[in-house]
């Protein structure tokens, strides 16, 4: 396993996050603590749930596999996430300081903890001004509830904007960004990435596997069947089937790790990983797993690293459709300028 600071923070993360997503949904309890318990076993340090996963049960997990292991919670780093909805009255979701203070307090008892190393903002909230909303992060942090602020799905105005307020008002600042990026998800480059960069900002990516379709299961034209994800609802989420299946670059981009997978035999799962961890500003991806064995694979991942020629093959492979301006080659060159000659 390697290691990273979190954004421009001096707290050390691993580059391979444990996403629990499936726990409770997906995986029962006790699937749930094998997964956490080889995941630390591996030398894995971070782990990210969300008030959400499973409307509480996640994070109730996590809290009682935490609870039978003293002195682990100090090894480790811990994120959650609040937006979505957790009831049914109008301030039982956004960003609002009303519905946030009560979400994290609920997530704070659900874990089992005095603190969250990592709060984040699930999803830009239109009805919240952002203000009030960092001025919770810092008065969470202030009180001692939380210790970094994040911020997921946001575009890249609005993390330009929370960035730029955290310092105007002088605020705790906003350290991670949680975007969907993979080999098959690039969009994030064009602005989110440069934002991420000049402002200090660590990249969690989720979906690293682009919803399994990177892992190599699936195949042109037929419709996915089985127990896998596409295989129980093919129409599921962004990583829907035929969406993705009718793009040619879906199956060129699925040759192009499949034949990296093939030349440093290891899976198609470890390469898009590490593709991903290799990737700028990116802090720590985030694992999605169903089983221990699904993690096991991940986890090969955590030493791999790809040559400039694998790297190559799998950003043209995978680079995504841009018009000449302002993201192509016509708007790249307009913002650069070289110094004069000498």
């Known amino acids: 396993m390697r290691y990273r600071t979190l954004g421009a923070t001096g707290t050390v993360v691993s580059t391979l996050c444990l996403g629990t997503m499936t726990f409770g949904a997906e995986t029962d309890e006790a699937g749930s603590f094998a997964q956490l318990d080889r995941f630390v076993e ?24 935490l609870a039978a292991r003293p002195g682990l919670r100090d090894r480790l780093v811990i994120a959650t996430k609040g937006r979505f909805p957790m009831g049914p009255g109008a301030n039982d979701a956004g960003l609002s300081r009303v519905h946030l203070t009560r979400a994290l307090d609920a997530s704070l008892r659900r874990l089992g903890v005095e603190a969250v190393d ?17 001025r919770f992060f810092d008065d969470a942090v202030r009180a001692g509830k939380i210790r970094y602020a994040g911020v997921s799905n946001f575009t890249g105005w609005q993390l330009q904007k929370a960035a730029l307020l955290t310092q105007h008002l002088n605020l705790t600042p906003v350290v991670t960004l949680q975007p969907q990026y993979n080999l098959l998800a690039r969009e994030i480059e064009f602005e989110l990435v440069p934002v991420c960069e000049n402002e200090g900002i660590g990249i969690l990516p989720w979906s690293p596997l682009g919803g399994g379709w990177l892992t190599g299961k699936y195949q042109r034209d037929s419709t996915p069947t089985g127990a896998t994800r596409l295989g129980e609802n093919p129409q599921r989420g962004v990583e829907a089937y035929a969406g993705r299946n009718a793009e040619e670059r879906t199956w060129r981009v699925i040759d192009a790790v499949g ?10 799962s470890a390469v898009a990983l590490a593709w991903l961890a ?58 650069g300028r070289d110094l004069p000659a000498g």
Do not use: C, K
């Open 42 to 65: 591996a030398g894995g340090t971070f782990i990210d749930t969300a008030d959400v996963y499973s409307a509480g049960v996640s994070e109730e997990i996590v809290g009682r596999w």
């Open 118 to 134: 990592l709060y984040q903002a699930h999803a830009w909230d239109p009805l919240t001004p952002l203000p009030e909303t960092l």
């Open 259 to 268: 034949q990296v997978a093939r030349d440093r035999g290891v899976s198609m």
């Open 278 to 335: 290799g990737r700028p500003a990116v802090t720590s991806v985030i694992l999605g797993a169903r089983t221990t064995e699904q993690l096991d694979d991940n986890l090969t991942a955590a030493d791999l690293l790809l040559d400039g020629e694998q790297t190559r093959l799998l950003d043209e492979a995978s680079a995504p459709p841009v018009g000449d301006y302002p993201y192509g080659q016509a708007g790249v060159q307009q913002r």
